[in-house]
């Protein structure tokens, strides 16, 4: 099931796709030598929007949740990448701990983590679950809807590793976003492989960062390909020392949006484009579709509700935000049976191993998709006709269209591994 | 569609299934310790036969053909291992030769030939066909069955350098046997990635010292996994200086017909199998299903008519046979329509891509199925139920069959590892 792309205006994509299907062997290529460089994030998901005329990265996840929605299908080419992530980077490991989020009651991520689980158990290790919830104080089996259960165990930590109760990980596995940041019981773990690293939590990242790496790839491959990196690139700005609940900051707030407007309204006038430019305001520690708004004027910011200052105002785990990135908005044209939908691409090592639309049937074009209410629908990807199919008229083929949405989707995990490394706190410096 | 297995006594081999199953972590990780003093062929396929009470591979194709008979659902797993093994061997590859076998008229072989380029298109490659037979003095265009076309150009020579006209790869795929030996327009090629190398070829292949390669394997996998590796290992012995045409050597022939026989007779004794044991005799050298009899007794060698004889004296490409190995025949007791059949497992760098069973009608279980009247039927390897279930009952799901299978697929295929080190020209010896 494909969604239909309802646009008035799909020539650039339709031209972007024709030139990146051309391009297969060079981008693979281009991929294969950034990866000689550069190291993959272990694993990574990316919220991707296709207005018609340009299409962007618009969130990247260093903690993937939601494997349960992707298809059986998938799941070989899923098993697949994570035996060469495994082999490269811990080929000797017998035992793998999982470390989820610390909600014990969604039984919906708790399936996500029982499809990780059962990935990198097809993949060579055993794995077991370690929450670090301070609730879970003995093995507790969790039933899930599906007839399934998952046991969660509580860690125990020894001075220099981290495992469970007769079990003894070489690698650990986060699934946990760390937004408030790394509990003591996770640091100094020198002796074991912690994937992804602690600095990849949210007490560290910044999305103006991985923009800004965003943009760097986005330059260098608009050059190799030719085109315009505005194609592929939402422009951003950003702003700190911001209070939403008192008001502080607004002015710097305030001038960044209706600079950035401006800054879109050029470009749609280069291109002819005739839609309405927005920015999304995010909170630069965001995560969990928290602390997001649209903004289509920056008047509107004078008159923010006091609902949403507070939505505004903290994240998850309760973290305040003072600093905010003002993202170009992306509107989304895809849509499922009317309803707004967005394509997220997952990936494990450098291999897209599938995706699938997050779909949202009350929100619009220019808001943000991931918010409750919505639904997920397995993409076509790993499905028999997911292989690009040349020759195909461009914008008729969905799997060419997959593939456009792989290459994006794979320039932001690329974004996210430059990122890495520049905050990484154990980078050698060369002074 | 999967076969059904017709067997009175399938105990062991549902046994070897649940411990295969059971230890799945353990194979995963034997085989990557294993990955790591080793290098995999850089794609292979192996027969395989399940007799029961023995599953055992038959023989490994290291120039694998019947890519085209990989379902489409196959072809993204083919793509990603593809990925991964030229990422390992030569990331910079802008451009790929394939050598195919010198058929010109065989569409058939023409259309696997034309999936080996599509799968190392989408990996990142151009790829272009480049034939070494000497009728091929042009490009030529041959059209398929299937709609297709294929276009086979000559090989160009330079001194240090193999290529086409205004195309010079930086690595040559072989899908060519080799059976009359390298040509010298193939020799002295240092410059270039030349894969798989000249000696993996018939003219230095021989099956005999293939299955030594894999006894020494399956005897350290039968002792991690603790099992009789006999339940996965075809015993043999070999005779050289033979002249079927001539009748010469046929002394060590029936001796050692006569000895397997009697060894096989005692083992099926201690399992309590009530089968009559035979033998394969095939050309130590040789392929494409040429040069294969089965015997069940040393007396039928004194009375083999004209016709058996003139079949066992030459193989492909006018290759005389002077060497044969005696393999201990296994039944294949798998079933599609009534047709014997038997799997071959497909892979690609260290990875199991897929699969199909070679159907034959007219043939009985103890006899080799890889001869003209063979129909394929693709594995349900890839779909969606491919990946094992644990908590199955052994026996009663397909996808843990195709599993084990793909185990004994990936240990013939660590054999021939082991084999082509062995018999390397260049490796360094230490005296």
Redesign the interface.
């Known amino acids: 099931m494909v969604p239909h792309l309802v646009t008035a205006l799909s020539g650039p994509i339709n031209e972007l796709e024709q030139r990146i299907l051309e391009s297969?062997?060079?981008?693979?290529?281009w991929?294969?030598?950034e990866?000689?460089e550069h190291t993959p994030p272990f694993y990574c998901s990316v919220d991707v929007r296709n207005a018609g005329f340009k299409l962007a990265p618009v969130d990247t996840n260093l903690f993937p949740g939601g494997w349960n929605n992707l298809?059986?299908?998938m799941?070989?080419?899923a098993?697949?990448?994570a035996?060469?992530a495994?082999?490269k980077i811990c080929?000797?490991?017998?035992n793998l701990l999982v470390i989820p989020e610390n909600h014990t009651r969604n039984t919906f991520y708790l399936a996500n983590v029982l499809q990780l689980k059962?990935i990198f158990?097809?993949?060579?290790?055993?794995v077991r679950i370690g929450s670090i919830n301070s609730e879970i104080t003995e093995p507790t089996t969790i039933q899930l809807p599906t007839g399934e259960s998952i046991v969660l165990e509580p860690v125990v930590r020894s001075q220099y590793r981290l495992g469970l109760k007769d079990f003894d990980p070489c690698t650990i596995l986060l699934n946990n976003d760390l937004s408030a940041g790394p509990p003591g019981i996770l640091e100094d773990l020198h002796e074991q492989y912690l994937l992804p690293p602690l600095h990849a939590g949210w007490s560290v990242r910044r999305k103006s960062r991985h923009f800004q790496s965003y943009e760097e790839v986005a330059k260098r491959f608009g050059k190799m390909l030719g085109i315009d990196p505005w194609l592929i690139n939402p422009m951003f700005n950003k702003c700190g020392e911001i209070d939403f609940g008192e008001g502080a900051g607004m002015e710097c707030l305030t001038e960044n949006v209706d600079a950035l407007l401006s800054k879109i309204r050029r470009k749609y006038k280069d291109y002819g484009i005739n839609e309405k430019p927005f920015v999304i305001v995010k909170a630069d520690n965001g995560t969990y579709g928290m602390g997001i708004m649209t903004v289509r004027d920056a008047k509107d910011l004078e008159q923010l509700s006091r609902r949403t200052r507070n939505k505004m105002a903290v994240v998850k785990d309760g973290q305040a935000v003072t600093d905010v990135i003002i993202q170009e908005g992306v509107q989304t044209y895809e849509r499922m049976h009317d309803a707004v939908a967005e394509p997220v691409v997952y990936m494990m090592d450098?291999?897209v191993v599938g995706g699938f639309y997050r779909v949202h049937p009350e929100r619009g074009i220019d808001e943000n998709l991931n918010a409750p209410g919505a639904g997920f629908v397995p993409l076509a990807f790993?499905?028999?006709?997911?292989?690009?199919q040349p020759g195909e008229k461009p914008g008729a083929s969905a799997p060419n269209r997959f593939y456009m949405y792989g290459v994006i989707g794979r320039l932001a995990m690329l974004a996210a591994s430059y990122e890495l490394e520049a905050t990484d706190p154990e980078a050698e410096t060369y002074d």
Chains 1, 2 share one sequence.
């Open positions: 297969m062997p060079a981008i693979e290529r991929f294969r030598l990866w000689m298809t059986p299908e799941l070989p080419l098993v697949q990448a035996m060469a495994i082999e080929p000797e490991a017998r059962r158990h097809m993949a060579g290790l055993n450098r291999y790993a499905e028999s006709t997911r292989l690009p």
